[in-house]
């Protein structure tokens, strides 16, 4: 069976979000990829129905831009983070605050997770002051982080017993398609559930694609980050010989940008590796998480990753090194003397 993939198209101008800041901005141009609102979005303002109330968890690199693009489709918003200094931007843009994930989840009918990993996921929603206690019988609970798939069926079976719907959604397109709204995103979970979390969805991408049952999500975003690794690893080395080779890399990048050998790395990544900078669009440590998940998948169907075993070691080699808070573009410093 095909797997449905939902592409929003025809987006409206948005607020958009500033360089330095997450407030709201007036933004010149529209945002790349245009999406419409969805027929239920549609409907709800053409009845001037309240679009549901959403609360929103971890305002990291991913997240607070995430949050700042529901806020300005319209919806209720209410934050928390564990740093309460990274909430107050979006205070200030319109989002009410929140002490505690309880706090946030008490009067929300769609509760969202952007955080660093699995047990940071599960300390949100079932650990103290968590927000599972507080969401009432048929919140929705949509978690953006990347977890491993087990956890992501574990976090569904028990929200799940108490009424609460739960969808695995982890993004890609880094901070770059976090900003601009157009995040492909990684849907697992009962169809109904995905239905009734399309629009929220289309808020903060332009590619939404449902897999299957929950922790598909989650399967899929593992397969992106051994894509990503050999992705970056590749274009760090490639940069690397090329400058030994004392070629004029600006030609080389170019001439080789619309073969075989192109890919987004090469376009967003290239540069700032041949120029020893690495602006944060992903970190390199939370990259090596992804990889443990991969690898422990793999691992599970007795499947082995030589080349993703590899940047995994250039990976953890950085880390001790201490640049594991860098852009995952770092990788270029394995290369430099």
């Known amino acids: 069976m095909q797997t449905p993939v ?59 831009p995430m949050a700042a693009n529901l806020l300005a489709r319209g919806y209720p918003l209410t934050v928390h983070n564990r740093n309460r200094m990274a909430e107050e931007p979006l205070a200030a843009a319109g989002a009410a605050r929140a ?3 309880a706090e946030v989840a008490a009067n929300v009918a769609i509760l969202c997770l952007c955080v660093s990993d699995g047990a940071a996921a599960e300390a949100v929603l079932f650990g103290d002051q968590g ?45 770059e398609g976090a900003k601009a709204g157009t995040l492909s995103v990684l849907v697992g979970g009962d169809p109904e559930c ?23 999500g989650q399967q899929v975003k593992a397969v992106n980050q051994i894509l990503v690794a050999g992705c970056y690893a590749a274009v760090a080395e490639a940069m690397a010989l090329g400058q030994r080779l004392g070629l004029p890399m600006e030609a080389v990048v170019t001439s080789l940008r ?7 790395a090469l376009d967003n990544r290239s540069q700032g590796m041949l120029e020893g900078r690495f602006p944060l669009g992903f970190k390199l440590a939370l990259h090596r998480k992804d990889l443990a998940i991969a690898l422990g998948t793999a691992a599970a169907l007795d499947l082995q990753l030589p ?27 394995w290369f430099t003397p």
């Open 6 to 64: 939902l592409v929003a198209s025809q987006r409206p101008k948005l607020p958009g979000i500033g360089a330095s800041s997450w407030l709201i901005q007036p933004r010149a141009e529209p945002l790349a990829g245009t999406l419409s609102q969805s027929p239920l979005v549609t409907a709800l303002t053409m009845t001037g129905a309240r679009l549901p109330s959403v609360g929103f968890i971890g305002l990291g690199q991913l997240g607070a």
């Open 99 to 101: 002490a505690s994930p």
């Open 131 to 175: 927000a599972a206690a507080s969401l009432r019988p048929g919140a929705l609970v949509i978690d953006f982080s990347t977890v491993e798939p087990a956890q992501a069926q574990a976090f569904h079976r028990r929200l799940q017993a108490a009424g609460i719907g739960c969808l695995d959604a982890p993004v890609t397109g880094g901070t």
């Open 194 to 216: 995905v239905e009734r979390a399309r629009p929220l969805l289309e808020a903060v991408g332009t590619t939404l694609t449902h897999f299957g049952p929950i922790g598909s």
């Open 258 to 264: 619309p073969g075989a050998a192109g890919s987004w």
């Open 307 to 333: 080349i993703c075993e590899q940047v995994a070691a250039m990976e953890d080699r950085l880390i001790e090194a201490g640049y594991g808070e860098e852009d995952l573009s770092a990788l270029a410093r």
